[in-house]
């Protein structure tokens, strides 16, 4: 693949200054461009501000931005612009900033010591970064499934990964959805998950065992990769604003126009089979911090009371972890939801009954990196929190049976010829699927599993038989049958009673 690129130089001895040299020609830049004109250095962009400017020795130049109208809270006295040295990996704050006749200044105090230096808008992470990230992930004890989950339209993996203990069966655990970079601009949120995960992947204390033990954490940490690339703002390479797009259901029925949605969308769907317990789908705004809780005015219970829950012990992590340092808002949002498209909670909530959340974080005033990667602790550890209770109704530390019923979506699905189905018959503390609690039982249970066509023919009969508390697959071979639809129902002695759709397709 051709790798799409723009350079360009321009330089001015002028005012006392020497050359300054500025380009684009790297992972994520754009600028359009840059002239010396009374005493500043006036930059021009049109998407995401990325840029690389040589000749800096000595110098201390003031940078100028005309701020366009529709941008205007992207540039305030208080946020400031990043910059690092060539040799170094770690962006610093410029030193002051101001807002004079419709332009954002910018400038160091003191004179840069090196040639090269890089400024940006917030912290950046390029894809670059993340295939790299990628690659020394993939033998950790703690992730799977390390991998292109799909290609973006320009060829670009999307990737995907879990975090958990590989050791304890998924059935006995808690499904929590990340995803971030669906705007490309918006670098904060990113920060945040890849906070989380590190945290998840590499810490040895108590929390972080347990949700591995407790948990599968999904990741998709970059959406929508060509537009990382590029450098772009909101959207796509084609065009989309991937977070309008994620309509409902799977991508069988219900198809997106935007490749990068459709693909993690149809993964998730595919991974997770009925539940996903809580979801978070990470932006960045420049001027708050904002929690929006899955498009809707009024959330049904009791959704609502564990979003409210939850903010409130992220929050309290959030000021621990930190010493009093509380940047997560004690609130959250509930937007209207307007458009024919889905944003991703909405998904979330309305397919997966997910306690779904957007989460909009912030630099103002001005934080470190260190600091927005901490959000992702805070998250992690406001989740331990509410799980403990939930899954275990105790302070025990971990599950030894599986603790709700549960039909899984079949795997892979569609299918051909065969597919498997997983059910779970449990001895409960608590029902996830509703939050209410369940008498312990020992007893077995008479379970059928069925297989019927459209018209509600029987097909085949895979179980039926009494069965004890545990976690079981087995396998449907439809060699012999039509493609088209057909359903798959677990009744188990009057317990629990569940119908779910699969596709065979030939």
Known sequence: MTRLSFFLILFFVTEGFSQLYFDKDFDSGSLDSAYFSNGYWNINYATTLHFRVRGCTSENPTFRIWVRPEWWWHFRAAHRMVWRYNSSLSYNYMDTAWVEN????????????????????????????????????????????ADARGYSVLGRNIYGFDVTNPNISDSLKSRVVLTSRQHPLETLGNHIVMGMS????TSTDSVAVWLRDNCIFSFYPMINPDGVYLGLNTETFAGFNPNRFWFNGDTISSPSPCQETNIVRQD??????????YSFDMHTNSGSLIYYYCGLKTAPEPFSSLAYELVREIRTSDSLINNGNILLPNEILCDTYHSTNWYADFWHWNNKESVAFTL???????????????????????????????????EIENLTEPTTFELSQNYPNPFNPSTKIRFVIPNGVRNLKDF?????????????????????????????????????????????????IYFYMLDVQDKFFEVKKMILLK
């Open 102 to 145: 419709g332009y954002y200044y910018f400038q160091n105090n003191n004179v840069f010591t090196a040639d090269t230096i890089f400024i940006a808008y917030l912290f950046p992470l390029t894809y670059t970064e993340l295939v790299s990230y990628m690659n020394t992930i993939q033998s950790n004890q703690w992730v799977r499934d």
């Open 198 to 201: 590190d945290y998840l992947i």
């Open 268 to 277: 998730i769907w595919e991974r997770t089979g009925n539940k996903v317990h």
């Open 360 to 394: 909009e974080t912030a630099t103002v005033p001005p934080q470190p990196l260190e600091r927005i990667r901490n959000n992702g602790i805070a998250i992690a550890h406001g989740l331990y929190k509410v799980l403990k209770v939930i899954l275990t109704g105790s």
């Open 436 to 484: 209410s609690l369940q008498a312990p039982r020992n007893d077995n249970s008479l379970v059928t599993l069925k297989v019927y066509d459209v018209l509600g023919n029987q097909i085949a009969t895979l179980v039926n038989e009494e069965k004890p508390v545990g976690n079981y697959e087995v396998e449907f071979n439809g060699s012999g049958l039509p493609s088209g």
